[in-house]
Structures are given as C-alpha cells and as structure tokens.
C-alpha cells in the first residue's frame, strides 16, 4: 500500500502524519479514513476547492488530471503547479508527500 506523508499544517495535522491507503483511493478519502479532517464541502465531487492539497512528491505517480478538475483548480487559494484535488487524486503504488494549503475558499465550514 502506497503511503502518504502529510505536511504539518497548524489545524488538519499539527505535527505531520503519515498514513497508507490502497492503490485506487483518493487522497481525500484516504486522509478522511485515517482521522484527518480535510474540507471536502461537495461532498467528494469535484465541484469545489476545499480539498485543494500540494503534492510535493509523487505527483507524476496519480491519474492525470481532467478538464473538470484542471477548471475548478483554477479557483483554489494559492494554486500551484503540482495542486491537485483530493478528491479527484487516486494513489496508485508509488508513495507521495502532500501539503493541505493554509487556507481554503470555503466561506462556511463544514462539519463532517
């Protein structure tokens, strides 16, 4: 199983975490499984920017992205060449290390 090394950030994982996942999930889902809370306010459908992550290694190694991602990406704080969205990211067998940006576009928290 591919794992996940997951960057500090001060609300999601004070200290940084690593979790694993099998090849196939989404980062989102993987995070959400494993006690980390990420925003995800549609729910996992790529229809917003709350799961915005940074993947900082491994990038190459998920699915490519598609239009519909690449269009909603547009809108996310602090976008940047290697941004993906949880969601729409899918491990394969390769591990990666992820950053959750400091912020969201997310006007309302959620609580999942």
Not at 1 to 20: A, F, N, R, T
Not at 34 to 59: K, L, P
Request: aromatic share 4%; charged share 20%.
């Amino acid at each position: 199983m591919p794992v996940i090394k997951i960057l500090p950030h001060p609300e999601y994982c004070p200290q940084g975490v690593e979790i694993s996942a099998p090849a196939g999930t989404s980062i989102c889902e993987a995070m959400l499984d494993n006690h980390i809370h990420i925003e995800h306010a549609c729910e996992m459908s790529c229809a917003c920017t709350t799961c915005h992550v940074i993947v900082r290694e491994g990038f190459a190694s998920l699915n490519e992205v598609d239009e519909n991602e690449e269009d909603m990406l547009d809108r996310a704080w602090g976008l940047e060449p290697q941004s993906r969205l949880g969601c729409q990211a899918i491990l394969a067998r390769q591990d990666v290390v992820v950053e959750i940006p400091k912020y969201s576009v997310n006007h309302a928290k959620e609580t999942h």
